[in-house]
Protein backbone atom coordinates (compact mmCIF):
# COMPACT_ATOMS: atom_id res chain seq x y z
CA UNK A 1 0.00 0.00 0.00
CA UNK A 2 1.27 3.49 -0.49
CA UNK A 3 1.19 5.25 2.47
CA UNK A 4 2.77 8.50 0.78
CA UNK A 5 2.58 9.79 -2.62
CA UNK A 6 3.56 13.15 -4.31
CA UNK A 7 3.02 13.45 -8.13
CA UNK A 8 4.36 16.75 -9.67
CA UNK A 9 5.27 18.72 -7.27
CA UNK A 10 7.03 22.04 -7.52
CA UNK A 11 7.82 24.65 -5.25
CA UNK A 12 9.64 27.56 -5.21
CA UNK A 13 10.31 30.67 -2.13
CA UNK A 14 8.31 33.75 -3.01
CA UNK A 15 11.23 35.71 -5.28
CA UNK A 16 13.84 32.85 -5.07
CA UNK A 17 14.50 30.29 -7.78
CA UNK A 18 12.84 26.89 -8.06
CA UNK A 19 13.88 24.52 -5.30
CA UNK A 20 11.42 21.24 -6.36
CA UNK A 21 10.88 20.97 -10.07
CA UNK A 22 7.66 18.10 -11.11
CA UNK A 23 8.88 15.68 -8.10
CA UNK A 24 7.85 12.71 -7.70
CA UNK A 25 7.77 10.36 -4.79
CA UNK A 26 6.49 6.87 -3.41
CA UNK A 27 6.89 5.43 0.08
CA UNK A 28 5.07 1.95 0.19
CA UNK A 29 4.06 0.70 3.80
CA UNK A 30 7.15 -0.89 5.73
CA UNK A 31 9.55 0.74 2.84
CA UNK A 32 12.55 2.68 4.62
CA UNK A 33 13.94 5.62 2.50
CA UNK A 34 16.67 7.62 3.27
CA UNK A 35 17.25 10.95 1.48
CA UNK A 36 20.35 12.84 0.87
CA UNK A 37 21.53 15.61 -0.65
CA UNK A 38 23.50 18.84 -1.09
CA UNK A 39 22.95 21.84 1.39
CA UNK A 40 20.23 23.71 0.10
CA UNK A 41 18.85 21.13 -2.42
CA UNK A 42 15.09 21.55 -0.84
CA UNK A 43 15.37 18.48 1.31
CA UNK A 44 13.89 19.97 4.33
CA UNK A 45 11.16 21.99 2.06
CA UNK A 46 10.07 18.59 0.81
CA UNK A 47 9.20 16.83 4.02
CA UNK A 48 7.35 19.86 5.36
CA UNK A 49 5.30 20.12 1.80
CA UNK A 50 4.18 16.14 2.56
CA UNK A 51 3.26 17.38 6.15
CA UNK A 52 1.10 20.42 4.59
CA UNK A 53 3.37 23.22 6.51
CA UNK A 54 4.45 24.82 3.48
CA UNK A 55 2.03 24.67 0.32
CA UNK A 56 3.57 23.47 -2.98
CA UNK A 57 2.81 25.77 -5.90
CA UNK A 58 1.35 22.65 -8.08
CA UNK A 59 1.01 18.73 -7.75
CA UNK A 60 -1.15 16.08 -5.93
CA UNK A 61 -0.30 14.89 -2.55
CA UNK A 62 -2.00 11.32 -1.68
CA UNK A 63 -1.71 9.92 1.89
CA UNK A 64 -2.88 6.67 3.15
CA UNK A 65 -4.72 6.42 -0.27
CA UNK A 66 -6.48 9.61 0.16
CA UNK A 67 -6.23 12.95 -1.83
CA UNK A 68 -5.00 15.77 0.43
CA UNK A 69 -6.46 19.33 -0.43
CA UNK A 70 -5.90 21.96 2.22
CA UNK A 71 -5.51 22.01 6.20
CA UNK A 72 -8.28 20.28 7.43
CA UNK A 73 -7.40 16.89 5.27
CA UNK A 74 -3.63 17.33 6.75
CA UNK A 75 -5.21 17.97 10.65
CA UNK A 76 -6.17 14.46 9.85
CA UNK A 77 -3.43 12.60 8.75
CA UNK A 78 -0.77 14.48 10.74
CA UNK A 79 -0.95 12.58 13.65
CA UNK A 80 -0.50 9.30 12.23
CA UNK A 81 3.23 10.37 10.58
CA UNK A 82 5.71 11.20 12.78
CA UNK A 83 7.47 14.56 12.09
CA UNK A 84 10.95 14.93 13.86
CA UNK A 85 12.11 18.33 13.36
CA UNK A 86 15.71 19.20 12.40
CA UNK A 87 16.16 21.40 15.47
CA UNK A 88 15.02 19.76 18.63
CA UNK A 89 14.26 23.13 20.42
CA UNK A 90 11.23 23.89 17.77
CA UNK A 91 9.89 20.78 18.85
CA UNK A 92 9.92 20.91 22.66
CA UNK A 93 7.66 23.79 23.52
CA UNK A 94 6.82 22.73 27.38
CA UNK A 95 8.97 24.11 29.96
CA UNK A 96 9.13 19.98 31.45
CA UNK A 97 10.10 16.89 29.85
CA UNK A 98 7.05 14.86 30.86
CA UNK A 99 4.02 17.38 29.63
CA UNK A 100 5.59 17.87 26.53
CA UNK A 101 5.71 13.97 25.27
CA UNK A 102 2.25 14.17 26.92
CA UNK A 103 1.18 16.98 24.45
CA UNK A 104 0.56 14.58 21.29
CA UNK A 105 -1.58 12.47 23.25
CA UNK A 106 -3.69 15.07 24.89
CA UNK A 107 -4.67 16.56 21.17
CA UNK A 108 -5.65 13.49 20.28
CA UNK A 109 -8.27 13.09 22.87
CA UNK A 110 -7.03 10.96 25.54
CA UNK A 111 -7.54 12.13 29.31
CA UNK A 112 -4.75 13.67 31.15
CA UNK A 113 -4.19 10.23 33.49
CA UNK A 114 -3.72 8.34 30.43
CA UNK A 115 -2.27 10.68 28.49
CA UNK A 116 0.73 10.47 31.24
CA UNK A 117 0.79 6.99 31.32
CA UNK A 118 1.38 6.58 27.32
CA UNK A 119 4.44 9.74 28.00
CA UNK A 120 5.89 7.48 30.89
CA UNK A 121 5.62 4.46 28.98
CA UNK A 122 7.54 5.89 25.45
CA UNK A 123 10.17 7.36 27.82
CA UNK A 124 10.54 4.55 29.77
CA UNK A 125 11.07 2.97 26.61
CA UNK A 126 13.45 5.04 25.11
CA UNK A 127 15.22 4.94 28.32
CA UNK A 128 14.50 8.56 29.48
CA UNK A 129 12.45 7.65 32.45
CA UNK A 130 14.92 9.94 34.59
CA UNK A 131 14.05 12.84 32.38
CA UNK A 132 10.28 12.93 33.67
CA UNK A 133 10.50 16.10 35.69
CA UNK A 134 13.24 17.94 34.57
CA UNK A 135 13.34 21.17 33.22
CA UNK A 136 13.64 21.29 28.88
CA UNK A 137 16.53 23.89 29.08
CA UNK A 138 18.01 21.66 31.43
CA UNK A 139 18.51 18.66 28.72
CA UNK A 140 21.50 18.44 26.36
CA UNK A 141 21.62 18.43 22.99
CA UNK A 142 21.59 14.79 22.55
CA UNK A 143 19.40 14.40 25.10
CA UNK A 144 16.62 16.93 23.33
CA UNK A 145 16.80 15.30 20.26
CA UNK A 146 15.81 12.10 22.38
CA UNK A 147 13.05 13.58 24.03
CA UNK A 148 11.85 14.93 20.63
CA UNK A 149 11.57 11.56 19.64
CA UNK A 150 9.54 10.65 22.09
CA UNK A 151 7.06 13.17 21.71
CA UNK A 152 6.29 11.85 17.96
CA UNK A 153 6.64 7.91 19.31
CA UNK A 154 4.22 8.10 22.00
CA UNK A 155 1.42 8.98 19.25
CA UNK A 156 1.84 5.73 17.81
CA UNK A 157 2.85 6.93 13.93
CA UNK A 158 2.29 4.61 11.46
CA UNK A 159 5.30 6.39 9.18
CA UNK A 160 8.46 8.75 10.72
CA UNK A 161 9.55 11.21 8.93
CA UNK A 162 13.34 12.43 10.12
CA UNK A 163 15.31 15.80 9.29
CA UNK A 164 18.95 15.55 9.74
CA UNK A 165 18.42 13.41 13.31
CA UNK A 166 22.19 13.26 14.15
CA UNK A 167 23.39 16.22 13.72
CA UNK A 168 25.23 17.71 17.57
CA UNK A 169 24.73 13.83 18.48
CA UNK A 170 28.37 12.12 20.10
CA UNK A 171 29.00 8.62 18.69
CA UNK A 172 27.24 7.24 21.48
CA UNK A 173 23.63 8.73 20.99
CA UNK A 174 24.00 8.89 17.67
CA UNK A 175 24.37 4.76 18.02
CA UNK A 176 21.56 4.75 20.33
CA UNK A 177 19.53 6.55 17.87
CA UNK A 178 20.40 3.81 15.50
CA UNK A 179 19.48 1.11 17.78
CA UNK A 180 15.93 3.19 18.71
CA UNK A 181 15.19 3.28 15.10
CA UNK A 182 16.37 0.07 13.98
CA UNK A 183 13.13 -1.39 16.68
CA UNK A 184 11.02 0.68 15.16
CA UNK A 185 9.06 -1.89 12.30
CA UNK A 186 7.07 1.34 10.55
CA UNK A 187 8.05 2.99 7.26
CA UNK A 188 10.10 6.14 7.35
CA UNK A 189 12.12 8.77 5.62
CA UNK A 190 15.35 9.75 7.21
CA UNK A 191 16.81 13.18 5.66
CA UNK A 192 20.72 13.26 6.34
CA UNK A 193 24.26 13.98 5.14
CA UNK A 194 25.38 10.75 7.52
CA UNK A 195 25.86 7.77 4.98
CA UNK A 196 26.72 5.09 7.11
CA UNK A 197 23.66 6.70 9.20
CA UNK A 198 21.65 6.21 6.30
CA UNK A 199 23.36 2.78 5.52
CA UNK A 200 22.22 1.51 9.07
CA UNK A 201 18.72 2.76 8.99
CA UNK A 202 17.43 2.60 5.78
CA UNK A 203 16.82 0.30 2.91
CA UNK A 204 16.83 2.70 -0.39
CA UNK A 205 18.64 6.01 -0.75
CA UNK A 206 17.55 8.68 -3.18
CA UNK A 207 20.11 11.46 -4.03
CA UNK A 208 18.23 15.45 -3.86
CA UNK A 209 19.56 16.68 -7.33
CA UNK A 210 18.17 19.20 -9.33
CA UNK A 211 14.61 19.65 -7.90
CA UNK A 212 13.88 15.76 -7.97
CA UNK A 213 14.32 12.55 -5.89
CA UNK A 214 16.66 10.46 -7.55
CA UNK A 215 16.84 7.08 -7.40
CA UNK A 216 20.55 5.91 -7.81
CA UNK A 217 22.17 2.69 -6.05
CA UNK A 218 25.67 4.29 -6.78
CA UNK A 219 25.09 7.22 -4.21
CA UNK A 220 25.63 5.03 -1.20
CA UNK A 221 28.25 3.10 -2.96
CA UNK A 222 28.86 0.49 0.07
CA UNK A 223 27.00 -0.15 3.24
CA UNK A 224 29.53 -1.00 5.81
CA UNK A 225 30.93 0.76 8.40
CA UNK A 226 34.19 2.86 7.72
CA UNK A 227 37.28 2.57 9.66
CA UNK A 228 39.76 3.78 7.14
CA UNK A 229 40.09 7.72 6.97
CA UNK A 230 37.57 9.79 4.80
CA UNK A 231 35.34 6.44 5.15
CA UNK A 232 32.42 8.45 5.02
CA UNK A 233 32.68 10.33 1.49
CA UNK A 234 31.28 7.95 -0.89
CA UNK A 235 34.18 6.11 -3.52
CA UNK A 236 34.96 3.11 -4.36
CA UNK A 237 37.48 0.00 -3.28
CA UNK A 238 39.49 -1.32 -5.95
CA UNK A 239 38.58 -4.45 -7.17
CA UNK B 1 13.54 34.46 38.69
CA UNK B 2 15.49 32.89 35.51
CA UNK B 3 16.93 30.66 38.12
CA UNK B 4 13.73 29.36 39.96
CA UNK B 5 15.99 29.04 43.48
CA UNK B 6 13.40 29.04 45.89
CA UNK B 7 11.44 25.66 44.51
CA UNK B 8 14.06 23.40 45.25
CA UNK B 9 12.99 22.94 49.03
CA UNK B 10 11.01 20.72 50.94
CA UNK B 11 8.42 22.35 53.89
CA UNK B 12 5.01 23.17 54.60
CA UNK B 13 4.51 26.03 52.19
CA UNK B 14 6.32 23.99 49.31
CA UNK B 15 3.29 21.32 49.93
CA UNK B 16 0.45 23.69 49.99
CA UNK B 17 -1.76 23.54 47.06
CA UNK B 18 -0.51 26.30 44.55
CA UNK B 19 -3.88 28.75 43.90
CA UNK B 20 -4.33 28.97 47.94
CA UNK B 21 -0.58 30.46 48.20
CA UNK B 22 -1.08 32.78 45.14
CA UNK B 23 -5.16 33.94 46.80
CA UNK B 24 -3.57 34.65 49.79
CA UNK B 25 -0.42 36.50 48.76
CA UNK B 26 -2.61 38.34 46.17
CA UNK B 27 -5.32 39.34 49.24
CA UNK B 28 -2.22 40.07 51.68
CA UNK B 29 -0.29 42.48 49.29
CA UNK B 30 -3.71 44.46 48.73
CA UNK B 31 -4.31 44.72 52.68
CA UNK B 32 -0.27 45.98 52.97
CA UNK B 33 -0.86 48.04 50.53
CA UNK B 34 -4.03 49.82 51.48
CA UNK B 35 -3.09 49.92 55.12
CA UNK B 36 -0.66 52.77 56.29
CA UNK B 37 -0.64 52.80 60.90
CA UNK B 38 2.73 51.77 61.79
CA UNK B 39 1.09 49.12 64.04
CA UNK B 40 -0.46 47.24 61.35
CA UNK B 41 2.51 47.48 59.06
CA UNK B 42 4.75 46.19 61.70
CA UNK B 43 2.00 43.06 62.07
CA UNK B 44 2.35 42.78 58.31
CA UNK B 45 6.49 42.26 58.48
CA UNK B 46 5.92 40.14 61.28
CA UNK B 47 3.22 38.13 59.28
CA UNK B 48 5.59 37.35 56.40
CA UNK B 49 8.39 36.87 58.62
CA UNK B 50 6.19 34.11 60.03
CA UNK B 51 5.54 32.40 56.27
CA UNK B 52 9.11 32.96 55.56
CA UNK B 53 9.67 30.61 58.31
CA UNK B 54 7.55 28.32 57.33
CA UNK B 55 9.01 27.95 54.16
CA UNK B 56 12.20 27.20 55.32
CA UNK B 57 14.15 29.07 53.08
CA UNK B 58 18.03 29.79 53.68
CA UNK B 59 17.88 33.18 54.90
CA UNK B 60 20.64 34.81 52.85
CA UNK B 61 19.11 34.26 49.61
CA UNK B 62 16.01 36.40 51.12
CA UNK B 63 18.57 38.93 52.22
CA UNK B 64 20.43 38.50 48.87
CA UNK B 65 16.97 39.78 47.34
CA UNK B 66 15.88 41.90 49.96
CA UNK B 67 18.82 43.80 48.98
CA UNK B 68 17.46 44.97 45.48
CA UNK B 69 14.63 46.37 46.24
CA UNK B 70 15.89 47.84 49.37
CA UNK B 71 18.71 49.98 47.38
CA UNK B 72 15.41 51.28 45.22
CA UNK B 73 13.95 52.30 48.36
CA UNK B 74 17.17 53.96 49.58
CA UNK B 75 16.53 56.49 47.08
CA UNK B 76 13.29 57.00 48.29
CA UNK B 77 14.76 57.92 51.79
CA UNK B 78 17.03 60.09 49.97
CA UNK B 79 14.56 62.33 48.25
CA UNK B 80 10.83 62.26 50.16
CA UNK B 81 11.75 63.71 53.33
CA UNK B 82 13.08 66.41 51.24
CA UNK B 83 10.57 67.31 49.01
CA UNK B 84 7.56 66.48 51.24
CA UNK B 85 6.07 69.43 52.58
CA UNK B 86 5.25 69.50 56.05
CA UNK B 87 6.71 69.92 59.54
CA UNK B 88 10.49 70.31 59.61
CA UNK B 89 12.44 67.75 61.79
CA UNK B 90 15.88 69.09 61.27
CA UNK B 91 18.02 70.30 57.95
CA UNK B 92 21.17 69.68 55.53
CA UNK B 93 22.19 73.04 54.71
CA UNK B 94 19.27 74.47 52.14
CA UNK B 95 17.55 71.19 52.72
CA UNK B 96 15.08 70.50 55.25
CA UNK B 97 13.54 67.05 56.13
CA UNK B 98 9.93 66.91 56.73
CA UNK B 99 7.97 64.39 59.50
CA UNK B 100 5.48 63.70 56.93
CA UNK B 101 7.97 63.29 54.37
CA UNK B 102 9.85 60.76 56.58
CA UNK B 103 6.42 58.93 57.59
CA UNK B 104 5.74 57.95 54.22
CA UNK B 105 9.84 56.75 53.45
CA UNK B 106 8.65 54.51 56.27
CA UNK B 107 5.38 53.59 55.55
CA UNK B 108 6.97 52.23 51.90
CA UNK B 109 9.57 50.96 53.04
CA UNK B 110 7.61 48.30 55.47
CA UNK B 111 5.20 47.61 52.93
CA UNK B 112 7.27 46.94 50.38
CA UNK B 113 9.83 44.87 52.14
CA UNK B 114 6.29 42.78 53.96
CA UNK B 115 5.04 42.16 50.65
CA UNK B 116 8.40 41.17 48.80
CA UNK B 117 8.55 38.75 51.83
CA UNK B 118 5.34 37.25 51.39
CA UNK B 119 6.37 37.03 47.41
CA UNK B 120 9.19 34.99 47.90
CA UNK B 121 7.78 32.88 50.67
CA UNK B 122 4.37 31.65 49.24
CA UNK B 123 4.93 32.90 45.25
CA UNK B 124 8.74 32.04 44.20
CA UNK B 125 7.77 28.37 45.98
CA UNK B 126 5.98 27.42 42.89
CA UNK B 127 7.34 26.78 39.56
CA UNK B 128 6.56 28.91 37.32
CA UNK B 129 4.69 26.87 34.70
CA UNK B 130 2.60 25.56 38.32
CA UNK B 131 1.65 29.48 38.26
CA UNK B 132 0.57 29.23 35.15
CA UNK B 133 -1.84 26.40 35.45
CA UNK B 134 -3.04 27.36 39.07
CA UNK B 135 -3.43 31.05 37.63
CA UNK B 136 -6.00 29.24 35.34
CA UNK B 137 -7.81 27.15 37.61
CA UNK B 138 -7.97 30.63 39.20
CA UNK B 139 -9.74 32.26 36.40
CA UNK B 140 -7.08 33.24 34.04
CA UNK B 141 -8.03 33.24 30.34
CA UNK B 142 -6.05 29.97 28.22
CA UNK B 143 -3.94 32.40 26.38
CA UNK B 144 -2.77 34.31 28.72
CA UNK B 145 -1.77 31.17 30.60
CA UNK B 146 0.27 29.71 27.40
CA UNK B 147 1.14 32.70 27.00
CA UNK B 148 3.15 32.77 30.04
CA UNK B 149 4.00 29.01 30.21
CA UNK B 150 5.32 29.23 26.78
CA UNK B 151 7.91 32.08 27.76
CA UNK B 152 9.44 30.52 30.38
CA UNK B 153 10.19 27.55 28.07
CA UNK B 154 11.89 30.13 25.34
CA UNK B 155 13.18 33.14 27.39
CA UNK B 156 16.15 30.76 27.94
CA UNK B 157 16.83 29.71 24.38
CA UNK B 158 16.73 33.63 23.65
CA UNK B 159 19.08 34.59 26.63
CA UNK B 160 21.42 31.69 24.48
CA UNK B 161 20.61 33.31 21.57
CA UNK B 162 21.96 36.39 23.06
CA UNK B 163 25.10 35.22 24.86
CA UNK B 164 25.81 33.41 21.21
CA UNK B 165 25.90 36.69 19.05
CA UNK B 166 27.51 38.11 21.75
CA UNK B 167 30.16 36.05 22.04
CA UNK B 168 30.73 35.97 18.22
CA UNK B 169 31.06 39.88 18.55
CA UNK B 170 33.42 39.43 21.19
CA UNK B 171 35.56 36.72 19.24
CA UNK B 172 35.95 39.68 16.09
CA UNK B 173 37.28 41.78 18.70
CA UNK B 174 34.34 43.70 19.53
CA UNK B 175 34.51 46.24 22.66
CA UNK B 176 31.81 47.90 23.69
CA UNK B 177 32.21 51.37 24.37
CA UNK B 178 29.92 54.95 24.22
CA UNK B 179 30.56 55.24 19.94
CA UNK B 180 28.12 54.90 16.98
CA UNK B 181 29.90 51.55 16.23
CA UNK B 182 28.89 50.35 19.57
CA UNK B 183 25.11 51.14 19.39
CA UNK B 184 25.20 49.68 15.78
CA UNK B 185 25.90 46.50 16.96
CA UNK B 186 24.16 46.62 19.41
CA UNK B 187 20.91 47.53 17.47
CA UNK B 188 21.81 44.96 14.97
CA UNK B 189 22.27 42.00 17.72
CA UNK B 190 19.21 43.65 19.24
CA UNK B 191 17.66 43.10 15.79
CA UNK B 192 18.84 39.88 14.84
CA UNK B 193 17.09 38.06 18.16
CA UNK B 194 14.00 39.50 17.28
CA UNK B 195 14.21 37.96 13.78
CA UNK B 196 15.52 34.85 14.98
CA UNK B 197 12.34 34.77 17.53
CA UNK B 198 9.94 35.71 14.75
CA UNK B 199 11.86 32.40 12.26
CA UNK B 200 11.46 30.12 15.77
CA UNK B 201 8.25 31.07 16.42
CA UNK B 202 7.12 29.67 13.35
CA UNK B 203 8.92 26.96 13.58
CA UNK B 204 7.25 26.20 16.94
CA UNK B 205 3.59 26.59 15.29
CA UNK B 206 4.85 23.84 12.32
CA UNK B 207 5.87 21.60 14.90
CA UNK B 208 2.74 21.71 17.30
CA UNK B 209 0.27 21.35 14.28
CA UNK B 210 2.68 18.21 13.21
CA UNK B 211 1.49 16.96 17.01
CA UNK B 212 -1.91 17.24 16.33
CA UNK B 213 -2.35 20.78 17.75
CA UNK B 214 -6.12 22.10 16.68
CA UNK B 215 -6.10 25.56 18.88
CA UNK B 216 -6.67 24.43 22.27
CA UNK B 217 -4.95 23.48 24.92
CA UNK B 218 -5.04 20.87 27.54
CA UNK B 219 -3.57 20.52 30.95
CA UNK B 220 -2.03 17.59 32.62
CA UNK B 221 -2.52 18.79 35.94
CA UNK B 222 -4.83 18.93 38.11
CA UNK B 223 -4.76 20.69 41.87
CA UNK B 224 -6.48 19.15 44.64
CA UNK B 225 -6.95 20.61 48.31
CA UNK B 226 -5.82 19.04 51.82
CA UNK B 227 -6.08 19.36 55.23
CA UNK B 228 -3.12 21.57 55.00
CA UNK B 229 -4.48 23.70 52.27
CA UNK B 230 -7.71 24.23 54.81
CA UNK B 231 -5.75 25.00 57.38
CA UNK B 232 -3.27 27.44 56.10
CA UNK B 233 -6.16 29.08 54.36
CA UNK B 234 -8.33 29.48 57.59
CA UNK B 235 -5.29 30.79 59.49
CA UNK B 236 -3.73 33.34 56.63
CA UNK B 237 -7.56 34.61 55.99
CA UNK B 238 -7.83 35.56 60.15
CA UNK B 239 -4.22 37.04 60.13
CA UNK B 240 -5.67 39.30 56.97
CA UNK B 241 -8.64 40.18 58.99
CA UNK B 242 -6.76 41.01 61.90
CA UNK B 243 -4.66 43.78 60.17
CA UNK B 244 -7.96 44.82 58.70
CA UNK B 245 -9.01 45.39 61.77
CA UNK B 246 -5.74 46.88 63.18
CA UNK B 247 -5.68 49.25 60.40
CA UNK B 248 -9.83 50.62 60.70
CA UNK B 249 -11.42 49.55 64.33
CA UNK B 250 -8.44 50.42 66.35
N1 LIG C 1 11.31 30.50 4.49
C1 LIG C 1 12.13 30.59 3.43
N2 LIG C 1 12.04 31.64 2.59
C2 LIG C 1 12.85 31.74 1.52
N3 LIG C 1 13.79 30.84 1.19
C3 LIG C 1 13.93 29.75 1.99
C4 LIG C 1 13.11 29.57 3.16
N4 LIG C 1 13.46 28.41 3.75
C5 LIG C 1 14.46 27.90 3.00
N5 LIG C 1 14.74 28.69 1.95
C6 LIG C 1 15.75 28.42 0.89
O1 LIG C 1 15.34 27.27 0.19
C7 LIG C 1 16.45 26.45 -0.10
C8 LIG C 1 16.19 25.03 0.38
O2 LIG C 1 16.09 25.01 1.78
P1 LIG C 1 15.93 23.65 2.57
O3 LIG C 1 15.91 24.00 4.00
O4 LIG C 1 14.78 22.89 2.04
O5 LIG C 1 17.29 22.89 2.20
P2 LIG C 1 17.88 21.52 2.74
O6 LIG C 1 18.08 20.63 1.60
O7 LIG C 1 17.06 21.02 3.87
O8 LIG C 1 19.29 22.00 3.27
P3 LIG C 1 20.14 21.52 4.54
O9 LIG C 1 20.88 20.31 4.11
O10 LIG C 1 21.09 22.66 4.76
O11 LIG C 1 19.20 21.33 5.68
C9 LIG C 1 17.65 27.11 0.53
O12 LIG C 1 18.38 27.75 -0.49
C10 LIG C 1 17.09 28.11 1.49
O13 LIG C 1 17.90 29.24 1.55
MG1 LIG D 1 17.33 20.76 5.96
Known sequence: MKLISLKNISFA????????????????SGEQVGIIGPNGSGKTTLVHIIMGLIKPLSGQIEIFGQEINGEKDFQKIRPRIGFVFQNA????????VLE??????????????????LARATLARLGLSAFEQRLTHHLSGGEKKLVSIATVLVMQPEALIFDEPTTALDEQTREKLIQIIGELDIARIIISHDYDFLAQTTKKQYLMNKGRLVFDPS????????????????HKHEE | MLEQQFIAYNSFIHGLDPRIKLVQAFILSVILALCSSFPTLAAGI?????????????????????????????????????????????????????????YLAMQ???????????????????????????????????????????????????EEEKNRLLRSLKVRGFRPRTNLHTYKSYACLLGLILVRSWDRAEQVHKAMLCRGFQGKFYSLYKFSMTKNDFFFFLISSIGALLLLMLEFVL
Not at chain 2, 126 to 141: C, M, N, S
Open chain 2, 108 to 158: ITLKANAIMIIFIALVSTIPVPTIGYALQQLGLPEKLTYLLIFSFRYIFLL
Open chain 1, 100 to 117: DVAFGPLNLGYSPDKAKE
Open chain 2, 46 to 102: VGAMIFYFLSRLPMQKLLSRLLVINTFIFFLWAVLPFSYPGETVFSLGPLSASREGL
Open chain 1, 13 to 28: YPGGRTLLEELNFDLN
Open chain 1, 219 to 234: VVMHKHVHVHPLGHVP
Open chain 1, 89 to 96: DDQLIYPT
